[in-house]
């Protein structure tokens, strides 16, 4: 069974960091990409930062270039989301997600998901 599990949300005031994990399960890592995904309330899914675990190149969205940085653990199959310098517009639930192959960062082309974590910016 294809498990994702998100940790490391939280509540940080504006400039602050955390560090966001996704930890998979049930499928050969290196076989995937991760993908980082936000969503705010009212607002659609979009695009943060992905990964293809076996050559770890990568994707990020312009609005988080120069602030995110995305990891992967091919050993302990987790991917890492280091977000600093952080913005309220920032605000959202941050899903991690797999599939198969390269990273192409598109929701829509990933088949798994995790449950999410809540990251709240204060100004």
Do not use: H
Not at 34 to 46: H, M, T, V
Not at 63 to 80: A, L, P, Q
Not at 85 to 114: F, H, I, M, N
């Amino acid at each position: 069974e294809v498990q994702l599990v998100e940790s490391g949300g939280g509540l940080v005031e504006a400039g602050g960091s955390l560090r966001l994990s996704c930890a998979a399960s049930g499928f050969t890592f290196k076989d995937y990409a991760i993908g980082w995904f936000r969503q705010a309330p009212g607002k659609e899914r979009e695009k943060v930062f992905c990964i293809t675990n076996s050559d770890r190149s990568t994707y990020s969205a312009d609005s988080v270039k120069g602030r995110f940085t995305i990891s992967s653990d091919n050993e302990k199959n987790t991917v890492y989301l280091q977000m600093n310098s952080l913005k309220p517009e920032d605000t959202a639930v941050y899903y991690c997600a797999a599939r198969r192959g390269w990273y192409w960062c598109q929701a829509g082309e990933y088949d798994y998901w995790g449950q999410g974590t809540q990251v709240t910016v204060s100004s």
